[in-house]
């Protein structure tokens, strides 16, 4: 039997009418590339959109299912490229700026993108491979200086694009299984892939993580979106923030540690979200130059790779902010999981709390995760028991965009994560590793994870990688490759071991350290470890 | 183009389902009808739902689209029957137990009922009515005592219903769009009109009422549910519970003041709902009986009526319980809105900032509201402008069980909530009256909500309702209708005009004033002005 209710499907531009109606008067703060301060209201952003959405149809030709490719930074224009594209049924394609030239030229003739909306600090990565682009149309310059001049044809600048376009619109009425976003894999293997978002997963994704057992976040947060818009749509928060009416604080490309503390200060800012390393960078700045008054900030959410206990314990002591830390994946939209202590966990020692605030967490409703060991079968939530995660949900994708490859897929439709996890009694889901990067030595796995979390919080070693390496008797064993501190205060081999004795058996102890100057990071931030196993092959590396 | 995101159903069973993997401990605790305290674990919830899902399809022969009900109290058993029957594709029917024999009879056979699972302490009230209902094959009796008897025919013990039932389930998948529950209005005017919820529906209004801008709800909480669960669901709690991995603590029939505090303190309960006059209550008997320690009661949630800005003062001033005032409808699943204070509001003075609180609040986002004026044309919002309350949303009927009255909605589709309301700048909604009850005097609308609640917060009153009375001059004025807080402490009509004379023009303030034992209330607890109406027109008011 039908139950009775309205239709009601839920898009972007339902999020769009919805902060217009609510929360007309919140704000949208923009530190734009050239530094200057933009600030406008929601109600504004709706008739902007529409204004953009107008242009799309009577200026571009942008039809339904079209794609439509940005290459740009956090700001109020690409907020609008958010809302416009979608809301007329067409599909925002959000363009990692840090990838290769050979990546991005793949990307954009793979998703066969029409028009490219790109801030012209950002023109001379595409003016490069521009005449290997075959499906683009014209390129609409965002946030052009004055004499600007570029050798792409067919462009346009943004504000003429938009201006003498009617600011209202009759928003059509969409299907909320219809794609909105997209984004590809920044993959350490092979060429990135693309990831298809719908209304419907975008809308269920942002309500999810506004509750109070994830980011937590209310109409009285003003909250600064550090994570880019061009890496898994800023994690859903342009979204989020409007369903939630929080104010909304765009950094661009003032991403050094001194220009995000200013903009804390200046915006009061409650809430932030940000890979460990931006994290890192804004803590040791404090430490150097400590704010005049105690930030507003209350809570900062760690995602795309693991929050370290020192971190948190770091932050927290020092200046009384808290970190939380979450897990996703550009295929989980992203956010699946996060962790947050529970009353039960109250009567704790605080080294033993903030092991549980450093683990990857609790699944979010919407989304269902298992571990399932190399014996095929899926594993006790005993905290103990290793195997590879897999999640299915309302924010997962079933497919990867025009591909049948189904290596990502299990036969019983989850997907793949290829994180190797344990669950715990509590539900506390913890990666240990990376399939590919496990440590599997004597036939026991060694969690380089582990190893890193416990190197970092050495006083004398600020980062810290582990790979594994072939050994003949073993067949792996870790290596641990540290960044110091303080290049004038080495530290011993022995010293290390020593160190890592009380928390980990013999075994699992690396017998080899090296030093560098700079872990190695993919183009989002993470310990890039293919590259430190590739100087290590070759020798560079001791 | 489509997005490639996995079919994911939004159902009671993927609720149910959540609860059981990522909150297992967490636990359901209830206050049986014979004053035994009960608990058990969600894990074990899902256990004995699935043993009721196969009771209900092997033993008692329930398909798909059976309409089940339910006539009982708040616990377990009732949690279990709001997963077990929709679970397997039928619809839960809760049947509220306060409305008269007639309307009892009249919902039972209008909606055709196959089975009613029915508490022991409400047996009487069904015998009395059993010859008459036309489609009901048995009654499974709840938390029956020994030496239970009954005239009724055809029954069942609950425990001997599903014991020996497996306790796992292959769930079926069921479609988001089919119907999972049903209550019906318990109608001022006329028979009692049918609601019918979607699981999707009622997945989307409990995952957005858990959100901090609504009853912000975490893992953390214990939440007491004092609305009934045969009355709209109790606000979707027992859902929303389970998706935030809450305890959920249940009182059956122990509402009475002294009870609702001895289950706070015992507990421990964080977050609670309830009906203003409970709260009253409450706080009535915490003054009388002080609490030796302060309670972890932090909020309670408040919908149905008003709360006045007296009892949220004495509230938090005496005990520092804040109250959140709600607003929704059974035809709006029922929670569209709440009030809360933002960051803009802190400077305000305390009776500033709780007349904001004392307002119906800001819609909810899946959910859309506009006032309409007399003239037909959508008012605007300046916190002036009083018209109909319009609503339409993803939890919002479209129309009634079993008929094509289209009275209550809009051509464009909106639904008619019959009250009327203001929305101010800031997007606060305030109920001014319902329109059957607003008071046209001279031309100008008189709201009798505000004048009950100004009367409320004078200290020798402890009721008051407001009604229009005819009157030849002015065509209608306000006859106010008040219960004093001490009998052998009473007030003059000029006393009370004086009160009154510094909020409200002269023509507001009622000529006339009588002094009533107690408000006639509805079946869920609201001023029944019909019957003040009534009494008036009889001449039994004086």
Redesign the interface.
Known sequence: ????????P?TTT??L??AK?????KKLISYLPNGDRHEYTYYELEKRSCQLANALKNKLGIN??DMVGTFAWNHYQHVELYYGIPGIGA?CHTINIRLSSQQTEFIINHSEDKVIFVDATLVPLLEKIAPKLETVEKYIIINAPENFSTSLLNTLYYEDLIEEQLDTLEWPILNE????GMCYTSGTTGMPKG???????TY?HA??I????AG?????DVILLIVPQFHVMAWGFPYMCL???SDMVMPSLHLQPEAIVRILEREKITKANGVPSIWMGVYEEMKKNPPKEKLALEEYLVGGSALSASLIENFENNFGIRGVQAWGMTETSPLGTAS?L??KHKDLSKKEQIKIRAKQG??F??I?MRIVGDNGKIAPRDGKTMGELQV??????????KTNNRDNFTDD?W?RTGDVSTID???YMEITDRTKDLIKSGGEWISSVALESALMAHPKIKEAAVIAIPDKKWSERPLAAIVLADISKPISDDELKEFLSSDFANYQIPDNYVTLNLVPKTSVGKFDKKEIRRLYAEGKLN
Chains 1, 2 share one sequence.
């Open positions: 039997m039908n139950g009775l209710i309205m239709d009601y839920l339902t999020i009418k919805y109606s609510a929360f007309p008067h339904k299912g599909v299984n219809d794609a909105c990831v298809l978002y719908s209304h419907r997963s269920l309500m999810t506004l509750s109070p057992n937590n976040y209310s109409n009285d369903l939630t009416g947050r529970q009353k609790i699944e409703p919407g269902e299915k949900g309302a924010w997962v994708i079933k497919s990867y965009f439709g997907f009694t509590d539900g």
